[in-house]
Structure formats: C-alpha cells, structure tokens
C-alpha cells in the first residue's frame, strides 16, 4: 500500500530512564536502551487482546518484543498458584510471594531484554501489585520501597472500564467470577457478585490514586477493539520518536 | 521500631542470631527444654522453615536461580508467612515464642549480597522488635572450624558463592561468614544485642541466658492454666473403649 514505507523501520530514539528507587544493585539503569511498556487494566478490560494486537503491530514494523505478566516467573509461579487455591496466605505473605515473582521476570527477562533493546510488553505492572495490596489495607510506603526495584516504563496504559461492564464481560466468557478477582478474600460481603462490584470499584478509587502519582495514561476501555488499539498505536509510536507519553482522562 | 512488650503483646519473643556455628541452635534448643519443663507456653519456630514457601526456596537455591533481590524477597515471604500465621497470633494468646534467627539475619546477609540497608529493612517493618535478642558471638574461626569439620559439602549459597567472592567454597565461606560478623557487630548496640561469648562451654552459656531470661521475664505471666496431661494419658484407657456398645 505504502510502498515507500514499506522497508522503513524506525529506530527508536533513547529516552532517560530511571528506577522507582533503589533499583536493582549491579544494574545500571542507563544500559536500559530497550522500551518499557505496560498495560493495566482488570480482567476483562481488554488487556490481552491489545497487547497479542501490539506485538504482532511491533513485530510487523521490525521490533523485536517480549512479553512478561503476573505470576509467570519460574521461582514462583507454581508455588503461588498453589497457596492460592488453598487460600491460605495471608496479606504480607501474598505480598511479598508477588513481589518475589515480580522480582525474578524483572531481572531474567525485563532487563536483560531491555538491555538487548527490545520492546517489552508487560501484561500489568507494579500498580497492579500495589493496588491489589493497597485494597487490602496494606502500607503504601511499605509498597513503594519494596517496588522501587522497578524501572519505570516508558509508558503505561490504565484500560478503564467501569466494574458493571466487567462483570458482563466476565460472565460472556466464563459465567463464574474470580474468587480473588471478586476480592472474597477481603470480606466485603458474603455474595459473590456484590463483593465483586465493591472490589473492583475500590480498584477503581485505587488507580485514580496512582495515577495521580505515577502519572500514567488512562485509555477508555468501552471503545472498540480497533479503537483502543488505535490510540495506543500512535501514543507507543510517540515513546519511540522519543516522547513521553500523555496523560490520558 | 517497637518491641512487642512495647506494643503491649502479652506474649513475648525471644530471637537467637549469630554465625552458622556460633552454636546458637543448641541453646535455643536447651532454653526451648527449660521453658517447657517448667511449665511455660512456648513455641519454638526456626528461620526459613515455611511449608508454604520452602519449595521454591529449595527450588531456587537448588537450580541457582537466586539473585541478591529474588533471595531476600523469598526469604522475607518465608518470614511473612510465619509471622502472620503462627508468631504474631501466638504473641497475642501470651506466648514466649523462641526464634533461630529473625529480622538481623536478613539484614545482615542480604546487605552483604549487597541489597540496599534502607530496603531490606523497610521490607520487614511490619515486624516488631524481639523483646530480647541473643547474639552469640564466637571467634571467626571457632565458628569456620565447627562448620567445616562437621560438613565439609558447602552448598552454594550458604558458601556465598553467588557473590563471586572466591573460586574456592571454604575461602568464599570465610569470607563471607567475616562480612555477615561485621554486619551484627554493627547492629548490636542498635538493637540492644545481648551479646553472649559463644567461646565458653554449652553449660555456661545456657546459665548465662537462663539468667538474663529470669532478670528481665516475669515467667510466671507464661505458665500453663494447667499442667499438660501426662502422655499416659493423652489416650484414653483401653478398658473404657471396651466398654462402647458393639452393634
């Protein structure tokens, strides 16, 4: 179609990077040459999709990409998917079992790929980590130290879609609610959809809150597929002419 | 930081730290003895001990999977989780709980892996202070000597070898174990350490801590409602069971 552009790939434009806090000891956050991007948003939200879409966009325009998320690290995915089907951890100890695999995707595959240059995709990110937590009742300085570990990304998407819409959303594919997506765990009330609702609005307020501190882009989630992908198409296309990403509403 | 006396627990805790060698796990053990014999509630729980969390510890440790952070959090995760689900609740029902090692052995081996002091301890803040900490303190190589002679396969992270310190396990191990020293002496006035000379005799130095023990406890705020049963009797005689009707 656009034959001109057809062979044009664009090198991405180094951007200043910087950790939340101490970082990670040995590891010069300046040898992060690649680009962070996450996309957060509940179940349901669209996060999957978008993100299968950006890679196969990126790929498409000679990008090379990685993708990391919640619970895939290989020290402790299987181990915290067990304590969790027992549901019997308590809130520091979940915590802390998250930050772990958070931790080891962050050193075996966020920045060595970032130091190769590539373009890592992270299925969710630190907020949601903290957000779950801070719902929870737990320490928000106690969280920002323990993710200050965390390089910050280049961009961060908050897909948003309010909680009646989700429930719909979750229903059409599963017709069963998550226990801890539902926040049963929390004791806001003993029917599940209920709890749901409250979980996922106190997530809401939540996010609302680390936007405000961490700045990141919020993306209408009720929109269409292609919608959506549009727009993060041309804010990631930003990040890579050497941007920053805006503030979304 | 407050104690758990200072935050009003009725129980109270009991941490023993030192070297691997130092000797520490042997009076912890005979004042766990002690305490019981004399009748006290007492809970005895040990350092990297979760059912819940060992497999990936051993898993990690294992396939060397560990860097100084992923180490230190999985450590802290063990700790959490006994902490939330055995010591804070058996504080709160007037517990003496006992410790092989608590929040001054991460602090002290996760600075010397090389994890910033601020972090490390910020994560274990949600813990309170011990209300006395024993420090056993033994010469560098007493404790170098006991370890060595009775286990010469040193594993790789308890040699420190993923600090690349030395080719060799034992000169790796002596070095490390010099850094973790350096770390508690550090620590001991901070923390009010009650610094115990590991050097002496098994004996000696369970009298010196039964001593302190008595001075600064009231046990008798710990003592069992009633004394346990005996274990003769903890099944019921076998006559009674014959007595049970047979349909």
Known sequence: MKSPDRNHIVVPRPTERRYYGHGIPGVDVVQLAGKLIAVEGADGSGRSTQI???????????????????????LVSEELEQAQQGNILSRTTLSLFYATDFADQLENIILPALKAGFIVLADRYIYTLMARDMVRGMDEAWLKNIYGIAPEPDAVFYLKVPPGELVQRTFAKNAALD?????????????????????QTAMEKTFRHLQRIYGFTIVDGMRSTDAINAELRKQISGVLAGKQALDGQ | MKTFAELNFPGRLIAVEGLDGSGKSTQIYLLKRWLELEGLKVYFSEWNSSELVKAATSKGKKRELLTPTTFSLIHATDFADRYERHLAPLLRAGYLVLCDRYIFTAFGRDVVRGCPPEW?????????LPDLTFFFKADLEVSLQRILDGRPQLKYFEAGMDLRLSQDPYESFRIFQGRILEQYLAMSTEFNFLVIDANQQVEKQQSVVRELITQRLDLDQFRRAEPPAPLSLAEPPKRLKREVPVE
């Open chain 1, 179 to 199: 226990y801890w997506e539902s926040g049963m765990d929390i004791g806001l009330s003993r029917d599940m959809f209920d709890s749901f609702m409250k979980y």
């Open chain 1, 52 to 74: 299968a879409k950006l890679v196969e966009w990126l790929e498409g325009c000679g990008h090379a990409t990685v993708q990391v998320g919640l619970k895939r690290s290989t």
């Open chain 2, 120 to 128: 490390v301890r910020g994560i274990y803040s949600f813990a309170p």
